[in-house]
């Protein structure tokens, strides 16, 4: 069985899911939670954020507990065909990717980490095939884990020298969800 609750004011849904204002919605693996149906409605990004959610519910319950919370993420945007749009002025985080995925501390650090984690199930998926995606999701082998972790390490996004003409590059999407 599958719960989905939302609020009626979005003051509600960051006091009840700790969560902060600019995530659209979150689940814990058994039930989904969400801003005001209203608010992602008029945002035009109610069905993808349901289409995300139902993806991490699903993936989530198949994961190993091996597997860490960024592949979870990847993997749910890959599935659902999401880009992120890393906006205009990114922060080139210098954070792990397993810390900006589990605790983020803004919406552009969010932003980046989920495009980095989708690019890596990407190239992963491109790599190994889809396939290995759910052999990996479900029964880890060691050498799996082992990348797992050095990925988890490794910064969000690149310093600005690093990146082309010092700017991130971006893609069009609707608002990301967590």
Do not use: C
């Not at 690093?162 to 991130?168: D, K």
């Amino acid at each position: 069985m599958l719960r989905v609750q939302t609020w009626n004011r979005t003051v509600d849904f960051v006091n009840e899911t700790g969560e902060p204002g600019w995530v659209a919605g979150t689940n814990d693996g058994k039930s989904i939670f969400l801003q005001p149906l209203a608010t992602l409605a008029r945002k035009g990004i109610l069905k993808a954020t349901l289409r995300h959610e139902l993806a991490h519910v699903a993936i989530h319950r198949l994961r190993s507990a091996a597997i860490p919370p960024w592949f979870e993420e990847g993997l749910a945007l890959y599935l659902t065909g999401e880009q992120i749009d890393v906006g205009p002025y990114p922060v080139f985080s210098r954070r792990s990717l397993g810390d900006a995925i589990a605790r983020p501390k803004s919406e552009g650090e969010m932003r980046e980490a989920y495009a980095r984690a989708r690019l890596l199930i990407k190239r992963l998926a491109r790599r190994r095939g889809q396939d290995a995606l759910w052999q990996m999701l479900e029964h880890p082998a060691a050498t799996d884990i082992n990348w797992l972790k050095t990925e988890s390490e490794q910064p969000v996004a690149p310093s600005p020298a690093a990146a082309p003409n010092g700017r991130a590059r971006a893609s069009r999407t609707a608002s990301p969800t967590k």
